[in-house]
């Protein structure tokens, strides 16, 4: 079975904060993504990597970045958290022509 | 760039009844159309996906149907059963290069016993 594992669960940062949310998976998938998810709105693409140092910006990049050293590892960045930030950040991989994605838990992230 | 538009946010049928979810798509060279099912707490999972070579596919209780000229396509969901609860998201998405997919805004769907 394909394992996408998200660091954290749950996490609580101040507005302004620098904050890290990785991503590991274990299938030597190609791609990697990063969605936020907020009611209503679906699943939002804020960043992709198709291979190791490649990024790509998804439909709302603002505020995040990305890092992506190992094929594994895909990592979003928040520089300087803010209130809107507060949301559930799911992130995916799938293998180069294939197009199902798979998905972590999730990670739900409040900004104060 | 493409944009997927899902209809209804929500929807509640009886359980034994049949449930249909539909989305449009924009992009005439999107060419993969998966469907995601997200319970509650959990991550979403794939159910069924259907390509545009194809006009149908069916997998157990669950069928989707692809209308390419109309840019639409359809989750129809038979014989209803509790376990279905959840919210469903449509994509679109080109198999080629980023493969990256563009969500519908999800269904909620509630099976009433």
């Known amino acids: 079975d394909v394992k996408v594992t998200q660091s954290s669960r749950y996490l609580v940062k101040r507005t302004g904060e620098k904050v890290f949310l990785e991503c590991v998976q274990d299938?030597?998938?190609?791609?990697m993504f990063w969605y936020r998810q907020d009611p209503g709105l679906g699943l939002r693409l804020i960043y992709f990597?198709?291979?190791?140092?490649?990024?790509e910006k998804g439909d709302i990049p603002e505020g995040y970045s990305v890092s992506r050293e190992k094929k594994e590892r895909f990592s979003l960045i928040l520089e300087s958290a803010s209130t809107n930030q507060t949301s559930m950040y799911l992130c995916?991989?799938?293998?180069?022509?294939?197009?199902?994605?798979?998905f972590g838990a999730g990670t739900r992230l409040s900004v104060l | 760039g493409e944009n997927v538009e899902q209809h209804p946010s929500t929807l509640s049928v009886q359980e034994g009844d049949s449930a249909v979810i539909k989305c449009t798509y924009s992009?005439?060279?999107?060419?993969?159309f998966p469907w995601y099912k997200q319970e509650l707490g959990k991550r979403p999972q794939l159910i069924i996906d259907?390509?545009?070579?194809?006009g149908e596919k069916k997998d157990q209780r669950i069928a989707v149907t692809l209308n390419k000229t109309a840019k639409h396509f359809s989750l129809h969901i038979t014989e209803t059963q509790p376990e279905d609860s959840a919210v469903y998201f449509c994509?679109?998405?080109?198999?080629?290069?980023?493969?990256?997919?563009?969500f519908g805004q999800g269904t909620r769907l509630t099976i009433n016993p």
């Open positions: 299938m030597d998938h190609e791609n």
């Open positions: 990597s198709y291979d190791v140092k490649m990024k």
């Open positions: 992009d005439s060279a999107s060419n993969y």
């Open positions: 994509a679109a998405s080109i198999l080629e290069g980023a493969q990256k997919l563009v």
């Open positions: 995916a991989s799938s293998m180069q022509g294939i197009g199902v994605q798979y």
């Open positions: 259907i390509r545009s070579n194809v």
